[in-house]
């Protein structure tokens, strides 16, 4: 890992960066991934987290199945999610046109981005979620519950906060992970450019040199970003 980071980041040198750092092309693929990685991540702990403490909890008839498929993305190869989203939501598919008479447009949209980074990165927040659930005694929300507490009232009182150090973990290795899409997100929208089909796009029009500035940018952004989350751990 150190060798080809190295490699890319010495062969961009801090000239290749700082120019970099000045293109408003680059900047804005910077945002664009960091709000889109941002959405997609809000989205998932709004769903994810209710899923996560059911897995964690509730013996699920079809529980297998349903941690199978939350985790199939993982495995799956991501342009094959790309298609899939594709088929589904494309202006012809009957889900597209029910969208679009609504004027909602996912292809090519900072929409289709957030979904494809939600579909290839929320198993991380949702299987995360449900080991930090998990580890919380479930005999304390029966306590609240004889206190007063309603079900819903319980977990999010007693074992929300108990596992919120997991929580923030596992929604920052999602959003992590949702800045590094690309398998996906080039073929739901490569228009407007998030930093890796950038990156990309420049490879493929301009040649590798002039690539490389963009990817160490895209380094550099995601080594600074761990270590601001590594360093606030209290």
Do not use: N
Request: with cysteine; charged share 15%.
């Amino acid at each position: 890992l150190v060798l080809p980071i190295g490699t890319l980041l010495a062969a961009s040198g801090a000239r290749g960066v700082l120019a970099a750092l000045g293109d408003g092309a680059v900047l804005g693929a910077l945002a664009l991934t960091a709000a889109c990685a941002a959405a997609a991540t809000a989205l998932a702990v709004a769903g994810g987290t209710p899923l996560a403490w059911a897995l964690a909890r509730r013996r699920l008839r079809g529980g297998t199945l349903l941690e199978a498929a939350i985790e199939l993305p993982l495995v799956v190869p991501h342009p094959v999610i790309g298609m899939a989203l594709l088929v589904a939501l494309a202006p012809q598919a009957p889900a597209g046109r029910a969208l679009g008479t609504l004027g909602v447009q996912v292809v090519g949209t900072p929409l289709g981005i957030v979904l494809a980074m939600l579909v290839v990165s929320a198993p991380l927040y949702v299987m995360g979620a449900r080991e930090a659930i998990a580890r919380v005694d479930a005999r304390l929300e029966g306590v609240a519950r004889t206190l007063g507490d309603d079900a819903w009232r319980a977990v999010r009182r007693v074992t929300l906060p108990q596992a919120r150090r997991g929580l923030v973990a596992s929604a920052v290795a999602m959003w992590a992970r949702a800045t590094s899409e690309f398998g996906a997100i080039v073929l739901v929208a490569y228009h407007p450019k998030v930093t890796s089909v950038l990156a990309y796009d420049r490879y493929t029009t301009y040649g590798l040199q002039q690539a490389l500035p963009v990817a160490a940018v895209l380094v550099l952004a995601a080594f600074a970003v761990l270590v601001l989350v590594r360093s606030a751990r209290p």
